[in-house]
């Protein structure tokens, strides 16, 4: 009776056990991850609920108070109401050249700037996995074309490439995801064809092909689920690199176009009125380097824990966990 | 060897055909010539004039073989806003965007040691502080890192012009300095990086531990063990960024005003210059390729394991 008490206790509730795993461990242990992590789900909840966190209205221009420097408050006219009223407002990061709030139109470009990133990753990512799948799976022919395709490709530098895109098809938010797609799926390609290279020689992909498995299903089921984490950490890594250019295009005037606003064309922007008002062009592109930066130091922890030569410099699973005979 | 550098030639003669094919469909399928040559609204005369000049109305194949008679003749016709050969034009930039990158290449090589330094004790301090550095370097706008540099560097302090360009003689080094800091701190991180990382792969094989067995010194096995193994990969990765210095210097040119291939492109496509963007294009992938290409035959002088066949 006390024996079994005891081992009741010692079996950890699913909280604890989920503490405990290695990963979960690794993460809450490294203090940059955390940090970069922490930030990145604070600007994607911003950018979520943008009109909910906002103090104010991103396109009300109060031209009586524009360059406002950070932190500064003013008497803004209040134009909604009927007849308009003077009221106080305070603008923690200044206003821009049309006396609109910084901070707001931040919380606004993000969500365009955090769109682009991720759903240029993923396009690109599909396409480049579609792509990878036929050229390693169906080899002959197919493999030729798409590999010759892919080395073209490469051989463009990325600016160029997207310059090129948006020079025939005309800027515009859905052409940039279009120019991520273009310029970016050869990276998911080679790495899709060559995992799956490895792995139709492997004996489960065999077994499976005997017992009469569909290429379908033998793709759907035995090998998909082995390119997720090689994939997965290419895109994390892309992410930046696809915000950085965005902003890059913006800021040159091919990428976003107003009304629409994402940081870069913010910057653009706010550049003629760099020496006057130097806040319009550091508050965006702090807020690219910021975002970019933990993206970047996020990706990497993925990487390192994803690949089995360098996890142990991670992943030191505590004593605890190991006696709890927790697996990884 | 011979043979191989023969298809390795060919290859790169292929590559660029493709992408050329490639930027004549894109004109002329995905987009409308004549909208790229005259805007979009234009009359209906000014349309007609510009069909009848580039003879737009015969069809497609008809173009798509002079196109390609025109680039074996080097011939890619006359700018549209400067009256003159689009192809001097191009070549008349390479030396100014060639001086810049070339500078920015030659500072950006100091993350090598960055990287070995870091390498020497993975975990520890200086690797922590070579990493996150590092990744903030490559995390930085360019075109951000330029306007602050201005502002910092020419509006507060007077020390250095702001933009412009007065030549790569000596008089001209002054206006060289803003642009080449721009484009370091990316080089620096990436070369940062790539050192790191694969001097400590390379650190966990076996000859590292037998170069330690047999009582060499630290510094003896990683300079003469490991940064000769490692060295094959950094060449690779340092080619591309080469290659990929071509991204920064566009946006690096048009900031700085420095009369580069990425300003004229930028500015021959905001022109609607059809011929200048072609020879531009074309320029740009036959700089990459001979980048590519150099850094390939370089592997038989580091790695004579490699077999050419």
């Known amino acids: ?328 | 060897m011979r043979n191989y550098m023969i298809r390795r030639v060919g290859h790169s003669f292929f590559i660029i055909l493709g992408l050329m094919a490639l930027l004549f469909l894109a004109i002329n399928v995905l987009g409308d010539p004549v909208t790229l040559l005259v805007g979009e609204d234009a009359s209906q005369e000014a349309i007609q004039a510009v069909r009848e000049k580039f003879g737009l109305n015969r069809p497609l194949y008809v173009r798509f073989g002079e196109f390609y008679w025109d680039l074996f003749h080097g011939d890619f016709g006359t700018s549209l806003r400067h009256q003159i050969d689009a192809r001097g034009m191009v070549w008349n930039r390479l030396p100014n965007t060639a001086a810049l990158a070339g500078v920015a290449f030659l500072f950006g090589s100091l993350g090598l040691p960055l990287g070995m330094l870091a390498a020497r004790r993975p975990k520890g301090f200086i690797d922590r502080a070579v990493n996150i550095l590092s990744f903030a370097a490559i995390s930085i706008p360019q075109f951000w890192l330029g306007l602050m540099l201005i502002l910092i560097v020419s509006v507060q302090l007077n020390l250095l012009p702001t933009s412009g360009f007065q030549g790569l003689g000596p008089g001209g080094w002054k206006f060289m300095i803003l642009p080449a800091l721009t484009l370091v701190p990316v080089i620096l991180g990436r070369n940062a990086q790539i050192t790191r990382a694969t001097m400590i792969e390379e650190m966990g094989k076996q000859y590292v531990a037998t170069a330690r067995a047999k009582g060499l010194a630290e510094n003896a096995v990683l300079y003469s063990h490991v940064l000769k193994n490692a060295a094959i990969s950094i060449v690779t990765l340092m080619g591309d960024e080469l290659a990929g210095l071509m991204n920064g210097a566009t946006v690096t040119e048009i900031i700085f005003g420095w009369p580069g291939l990425g300003k004229l492109l930028i500015d021959a496509i905001s022109s609607r210059d059809l011929p200048v963007v072609t020879a531009s294009v074309f320029v740009v992938a036959l700089l990459v390729m001979t980048i590519n290409l150099t850094v390939d035959l370089f592997y038989t002088w580091l790695d004579p394991r490699v077999s050419y066949k």
């Open chain 1, 1 to 328: 009776m006390l024996n079994e008490t005891a081992v009741l206790k010692r079996r950890p509730n699913l909280l604890t056990a989920t503490w405990r795993r290695p990963l979960v461990q690794a993460f809450f242990g490294d203090t940059i991850t955390l940090v970069s992590a922490t930030f990145l789900l604070f600007i994607i909840f911003v950018a979520v609920f943008a009109p909910l966190v906002s103090p104010h209205d991103p396109e009300d221009q109060q031209l009586r108070l524009r360059h406002l420097p950070p932190g500064s408050t003013g008497m803004a006219m209040d134009r909604t109401a009927d007849p308009p009223v003077q009221d106080e407002r305070y603008f923690l990061l200044g206003t821009d050249h049309l006396g609109r709030d910084m901070l707001t139109r931040l919380f606004y470009g993000a969500r365009i700037s955090m769109t682009v990133g991720i759903l240029g990753v993923l396009v690109s990512g599909i396409i480049g996995m579609f792509l990878g799948l036929m050229a390693g799976y169906y080899r002959g022919v197919v493999d030729d074309v798409i590999m010759r395709a892919v080395d073209v490709f490469m051989s463009v530098p990325l600016l160029l490439l997207a310059l090129m895109v948006l020079y025939i098809l005309g800027p515009s938010f859905t052409n940039i995801i279009i120019v991520f797609a273009v310029a970016r799926w050869m990276l998911y390609c080679r790495v899709t064809r060559g995992v799956v290279l490895s792995l139709r020689e492997q004996a489960f992909v065999d077994a499976a092909r005997a017992i009469g498995c569909s290429d379908r299903r033998i793709i759907g089921r035995h090998i998909v689920p082995n390119l997720i984490t090689p994939l997965l950490t290419i895109a994390a890594l892309e992410v930046p690199r696809n915000i950085l250019t965005e902003s890059t295009l913006s800021f040159l005037g091919f990428g976003i176009q107003p009304p629409q606003s994402s940081w870069g064309l913010m910057l653009a922007q706010g550049r003629q009125y760099i020496v006057t008002a130097w806040w319009v062009v550091v508050v965006p592109g702090t807020a690219i380097f910021l975002t970019a930066l933990a993206f970047n130091l996020f990706g990497v922890w993925m990487r390192a824990v994803s690949d089995p030569l360098q996890r142990w410099r991670w992943l030191r699973a505590s004593k605890e966990a190991k006696e709890a005979g927790v697996q990884y």
